[in-house]
């Protein structure tokens, strides 16, 4: 039967993957034998490509699916318990904006002596915390490693990092991988983003440098 096949006719099917296999076999063939063919069967697969582009959008009825139901002679309420708009309760949606004020501030002690601390903001997904420190004089903070970025900005007191002393106003950003251990000598007070990971194990830092 293949002798009465017409690449012609047929090309245009295969473009629309509606040959059978043994037609799309034969199309294949043909190409095989005469690749210029190849370029005839790319123009139709390039006109089957842009038809969808090429209707414009129809709008949706508002009673189509009433007509349906009238057409098949259904009762559209009585034809399944899902006919009927479903409502389902709205979940709850973060608020556009989120406060806490300072009275309600919930201040923690740290494990480090001298030091509280109230969690302003938690964000699991990105390993980071927001947070409101406050440290008493003379507190040295143990040596750590950051594992993100640490971000600190002061608002009253004193902090030494690495020799330097910042005040009030300052901030101080430390990258990660930075290692440090700050103190106060006369107490100090700072808003401070920093990593959930940040390494405090100082065997293990003095190992891996």
Same mark, same amino acid.
């Given at each position: ?5 017409? $690449?012609? *006719?047929?090309? %245009?099917?295969?473009? &629309? ?9 034969? !199309?294949?063939?043909? !190409? +095989? ?15 089957v ?6 209707? @414009?959008?129809?709008?949706? +009825?508002?009673n189509l699916?009433?007509? &349906? $139901? *009238? =057409? ?8 399944? %318990? ?10 709850p949606?973060?608020?556009?904006? $989120? ?9 923690? @002690? ?9 969690? #302003?903001? #938690? *964000?699991?997904v990105?390993?980071?915390?927001s ?5 008493? +004089?003379?507190?040295?903070y %143990?040596?750590?490693?950051? =594992? ?6 002061? &608002? +009253? ?9 910042? &005040? ?5 950003r430390?990258? @990660?991988?930075?290692?440090?251990? @700050? ?9 401070? =983003? ?10 293990? !830092?003095? =190992?891996s440098?």
């Open positions: 039967m293949t002798d009465h096949y017409c $690449f012609c *006719d047929l090309a %245009p099917l295969y473009a &629309l993957d509606l040959l059978t296999p043994e037609q799309r076999l034969w !199309i294949e063939a043909q !190409i +095989a034998e005469c690749p210029d063919l190849a370029e005839e069967l790319a123009g139709y697969e390039a006109a490509g842009s038809m969808p582009y090429t209707a @414009p959008p129809m709008p949706m +009825a508002a699916k009433d007509r &349906l $139901f *009238d =057409r098949l002679g259904l009762d559209p309420v009585a034809s399944s %318990p899902h006919s009927q708009a479903q409502t389902s309760p709205a979940e949606s973060e608020p556009e904006q $989120f406060a806490i004020r300072a009275g309600e501030l919930n201040w923690k @002690p740290h494990r480090i002596e001298g030091v509280e601390c109230a969690l #302003l903001f #938690l *964000d699991e990105n390993r980071m915390r947070m409101l420190v406050t440290a008493a +004089a003379g507190v040295v %143990p040596l750590h490693e950051h =594992r993100g970025v640490e971000e600190i900005y002061m &608002l +009253a007191g004193d902090l030494i990092i690495d020799n330097r002393t910042y &005040l009030a106003g300052d901030y101080i430390s990258h @990660p991988n930075s290692i440090h251990a @700050p103190s106060t000598n006369t107490g100090c007070k700072f808003l401070i =983003r920093s990593c959930i990971d940040d390494n405090y194990d100082e065997n293990s !830092i003095a =190992r440098h």
